[in-house]
């Protein structure tokens, strides 16, 4: 790699901005996260876009809200437009527990520390760059605003908010993915369109004053949802929203969104379309250093990055469309994948970094196994409303073949300095029991499955069936627990026929609605009964943008608008998350009177036979194992261990 200077990085000082012979910035970013210029990290996306632009582009990562506010004025004001980020997890997640506690430990700040990106950063940062540059104007983006952009239930202050851009006084808010949307900005400011005209491009939205004009689009339909007004006095109206949002979320050629707030009115404009393999490969091959910003150096490791340091992103999206989960809500239900050339081309970059030992730690994306695979008719996705194109059956337009997976993994592996590549991004197990895809070549995805566990796992493979009860994985827009019992022998038979000694590791989650006492102690008889000691597990935690997770806060599934019961006080999601470690001593009198009243004498037997008689004189006691570390599911990856508690004072 090439030697590196303080210039080779976006200038986060004005004395960075100085060493570029620079005197004036064109936009300022302002982020939640420590600065990494690396493509997994949004804001250095964001702005080595807005580079690639010919914008001169700085970025002020977690500015400090707890002194003079120096941070906010340091830069000046920029040409353009401030752009504000909480970061690659909502803020919310990152700050808070399933049970609402304070964690210890930040991912995205140098050496885990605390106290550095404040909740609701993205409205925190906003509010007081309006009140310091009040005729600047102020674009903000990632998960954050994305899947606050509507009415939507907070969790942490458990109540409805209306959208974001009513709260952080922001100009307008890009959703999803921000390359292509900040494309067309940029290209109408440097015509010079102010920027308070630009309200018709597409993946952004905007709070319309009471007096204004809507746009016209004729290549447009429009759709209202109900107010914000209404959404606060009806639960069952709010559920209805979302049906509407999300089938729009994912079309390919969706309807413009309105929503009353207020005396204003809420404009989202349909996405784009999904990105084409030159586009998502010119993202990737933008001139990142791949590395922490220097300022660090002396402030501890990133735990974010060293996580993924030696990983590579091959695509972006899922259509899994899970009911607990805002990966398709953010990234897009349809796979940008891609092209194996800039693969290995990023293979190289990393193979050559300074402390590569020759091990990737990932090749994925957020579902590992969904690589270049599209719909075979593409006038039939074009026509589809469908959330997920795999529950509860997989479509028959869409290609699930893995071969050209397993080629790019082989391909990899054939670098000189290669030694080994991991599958470290969780793999849809479904999809590789042929009695679920019925329309894939089976010894396809046998050649699959048997590649990664004969070359890239160490030890372990982690799936995440998340239930084993049919009822609650139906809302969760999961298969039958059946056809994981048909992955678990087929995984069995690789490991005798290779010779291996593979561990499979089952991710489940407790509490989430739909979810019963009953139906935990039944995962924790069946899942004992195939030889699973449970390790890996948590409690739902409801984040914005969710089907889930209007459920749990209305109490009505947004596409029936029937009632689902959803476990919400502490005692109820304890009890259930119980069941998960019956094998702890301090459990066991509990479990038992628990299912004796439940009248489930064959769930006893399985998790308590009879010969373990040890038991039986504990009285029961307080749990010792809670939800209160989960992390959620499109989170997973980013959890970690540190050290230090360090706070900013």
């Known amino acids: 790699m090439q030697e590196l200077k303080l210039s080779s990085w976006l200038p986060t000082t004005n004395k960075e901005v100085k060493i570029r012979g620079w005197d004036a910035l064109d936009v300022i970013l302002f982020s939640g996260d420590a600065y990494v210029d690396h493509p997994s990290f949004g804001p250095a996306v964001i702005g080595r876009i807005l580079e690639s632009y010919g914008l001169r582009v700085a970025i002020v990562p977690q500015p400090n809200v707890n ?40 991912a995205y700040t140098p050496n885990g520390d605390i106290g550095f990106r404040p909740d609701y950063a993205t409205t925190v940062y906003s509010n007081i760059l309006k009140e310091k540059w009040p005729n600047v104007p102020i674009l903000i983006g990632g998960i954050e605003a994305s899947l606050r952009r509507v009415t939507h239930y907070d969790y942490w202050s458990d109540k409805l908010m209306p959208t974001i ?40 939205a905007v709070l319309l004053d009471a007096n204004a004009r809507i746009p016209k689009n004729s290549n447009w339909e429009d759709v209202e949802i109900v107010s914000h007004e209404r959404c606060l006095k009806d639960k069952k109206a709010y559920a209805s929203n979302f049906k509407i949002i999300e089938q729009e979320s994912n079309k390919l050629a969706a309807r413009r969104i309105f929503q009353k707030v207020g005396n204003k009115t809420l404009m989202i404009n349909p996405p784009y379309p999904t990105m084409t393999e030159a586009e998502i490969d010119a993202s990737f091959e933008l001139p990142y250093t791949r590395l922490p910003h220097p300022k660090y150096n002396k402030r501890g490791p990133i735990p974010a990055y060293e996580m993924i340091k030696f990983s590579i992103n091959i695509h972006r999206g899922c259509f899994g469309g899970c009911s607990f989960c805002t990966i398709s809500a953010h990234q897009g239900k349809f796979i940008a994948s891609r ?14 970094m300074p402390d590569f030992k020759g091990y990737l730690s990932d090749i994925g994306g957020p579902s590992a196994n969904m690589y270049k695979m599209k719909g075979k008719v593409q006038e039939i996705c074009d026509k589809c409303v469908a959330p997920s194109c795999i529950s509860p059956v997989i479509c028959s337009n869409l290609d699930t073949s893995h071969k050209p997976l397993t080629e790019l993994y082989q391909a990899v592996d054939s670098h000189p300095k290669i030694k080994k590549s991991f599958i470290g991004s969780g793999i849809r197990h479904d999809m590789l029991v042929p009695e679920f895809n019925k329309n894939a070549d089976p010894k396809e995805l046998d050649d699959y499955t048997e590649e990664v566990m004969t070359k890239h796992v160490s030890g372990r493979l982690k799936v995440a069936p998340e239930h084993t009860s049919d009822p609650v994985l139906k809302l969760m827009r999961k298969p039958s627990f059946s ?14 026929k290779k010779g291996l000694k593979l561990q499979l590791i089952p ?44 459920i749990y806060y209305s109490g009505y599934h947004p596409y029936t608008l029937k009632k689902v ?28 009177n628990t299912l004796n009243k439940l009248g489930r004498k064959d769930l006893l037997d399985v998790l308590l036979p009879k010969k373990d008689e040890k038991w039986r004189k504990n ?31």
């Open 67 to 106: 002194d003079n506010l120096q941070d906010f004025v340091k830069l000046g004001a920029p040409k353009l437009f401030f752009g504000v980020t909480g970061g690659c997890m909502d803020p919310m997640i990152s700050n808070y527990t399933a049970s609402k506690k304070r964690r210890d430990k930040d």
């Open 165 to 204: 851009l009513e709260t952080s006084k922001a100009d307008m808010l890009v959703y999803g993915m921000g390359e292509q949307p900040l494309r067309e900005v940029v290209r109408l400011l440097q015509k010079g369109v102010p920027f308070s005209s630009i309200t018709t491009v597409k993946q952004t």
């Open 339 to 352: 092209s194996q050339e800039s693969v290995l081309r990023e293979v190289d970059t990393v193979a050559n």
């Open 483 to 496: 056809y994981f019992h048909k992955f678990k022998e087929r995984f069995d038979k690789i490991n005798i």
């Open 507 to 550: 991710y489940f989650i407790s509490n989430h609605p739909a979810c019963e006492v009953e139906d935990m102690a039944n995962l924790a008889a069946e899942t004992k009964d195939m030889g699973f000691q449970l390790e890996q597990v948590q409690g739902f935690t409801p984040t914005p943008m969710t089907v889930a997770t209007v």
């Open 565 to 592: 019961n959803t476990p919400k006080t502490r005692k109820e999601k304890d009890e259930q998350h119980r069941f998960f470690f019956w094998y702890k001593d301090e459990n066991k009198a509990w479990i038992k």
């Open 619 to 649: 009285k029961p006691g307080k749990p010792k194992h809670t939800f209160d570390d989960a992390v959620p599911f499109n989170q997973r990856k980013n959890k970690a261990k540190f050290k230090s508690k360090k706070k900013r004072r």
